[in-house]
């Protein structure tokens, strides 16, 4: 209770200190208020992880997703700013997948940078192309797309065409994610999304020879070129199915463990306990989610490290009333409501 009251206590006097410098400045007391220092240092990975275990039970970082275009990646954070006053503590941004996206990968890239030196974590999503096509594609048939189970085992099997083929698309992002590290700016990076589901040429095998398999990979290959400030988030959606573990890659391969809401407005109590019994331990997340958290949720599984909402549902699903309660709970933090120490 101490640490909310304590964030709480913080929040009004930067809201109220704020407020002053405005005034000062107005009556010409104050003439330049001096440049504020980075709000995050460069980090690392563990830093981050270290400081996302930290507030488990405590608190949860609000965050807000930003989808094509890539020519503008900060649209729907600047959309929450509009309604609360405030930006999201958490900037999530995709790599994508059509031509004109892709070839603006540097813009998304400078804004994670930007958004990590404001004070906000940065997290990155994936829609990628199948490996059976090219760098680019459509989303229909590329990324939601099928690919034959004899595809799928090429790809998983060290040697094939396919398995080449998927090493030279992760190939493509490196220098972007390498562009991260160089600056210091860890990065939530959740490949493979809702592998639980069958929209996506990944999803909807299960088994250590599935998308496990892919993700372990993925995960191998990422590291083998030198990008250790990749923070590995695995994600599954909220589908009735359940047995979300027959997806789950190995603890080694997992930093964060995190769910999609869709099938429901929010996580069920048993959601909420599969998701944990999974990461025994480790960091939870709702990756990505069209409602606000809501005071019934954010009081009654407080083991969530962060939560994502998705784009547009930011305000197709969400009042102005409802996003407000949800940023300004007292659990919740925001941008420059919390810090990451540096390396």
């Known amino acids: 209770m101490h640490h909310t009251t304590t964030a709480h206590t913080r929040r009004a006097a930067q809201r109220f200190g704020a407020a002053l410098v405005a005034t000062l400045t107005t009556l010409g007391i104050l003439t330049a208020v001096s440049p504020q220092a980075q709000a995050f240092p460069a980090s690392s990975r563990q830093n981050v992880i270290n400081y996302l275990n930290s507030i488990a039970g405590r608190n949860i970082v609000s965050g807000q997703h930003n989808k094509e275009p890539a020519s503008n990646p900060g649209q729907y954070t600047q959309q929450v700013k509009d309604v609360t006053g405030q930006y999201p503590g958490l900037w999530g941004g995709d790599l994508m997948f059509n031509p004109q996206d892709v070839a603006n990968r540097q813009r998304v890239v400078d804004q994670a940078k930007t958004e990590w030196a404001n004070g906000s974590l940065v997290a990155l999503t994936w829609h990628v192309c199948t490996p059976t ?87 191998d290959f990422m590291v083998s070129q030198g990008l250790d400030n990749l923070i590995w988030v695995w994600n599954v959606q909220d589908n009735p199915n359940a047995n979300w573990a027959s997806y789950y890659p190995g603890s080694q391969y997992v930093d964060v463990v995190s769910l999609d809401v869709w099938y429901k407005g929010y996580p069920s109590s048993g959601d909420y306990q599969q998701i944990q019994n999974i990461a025994a331990g480790k960091p939870i997340a709702l990756a990505e989610t069209g ?40 659990r919740t933090l925001n941008q420059k409501e919390f810090t990451v120490p540096g390396v």
């Open 291 to 330: 409602k606000v958290p809501n005071a019934s949720l954010l009081d009654s599984q407080t083991r969530w490290a962060y939560f994502m909402v998705w784009s547009e549902q930011l305000r197709g699903s969400n009042t102005n009333a409802e996003i407000q309660a949800g940023y300004f709970h007292p």
């Open 133 to 219: 096509g090219g760098s680019t594609c459509a989303f229909d048939g590329g990324v939601k797309t099928s690919i034959s189970n004899d595809q799928f085992n090429q790809v998983v099997t060290d040697g094939t065409a396919l398995n080449t083929a998927w090493k030279n698309r992760l190939r493509e992002a490196v220098p972007y994610l390498q562009q991260l590290k160089a600056a210091g700016v860890p990065v939530l990076f959740r490949p493979l999304h809702e592998m639980n589901e069958s929209w996506n040429w990944w999803g909807n095998r299960p088994g250590p020879n599935g998308g496990a398999r892919l993700y372990q990979i993925t995960h």
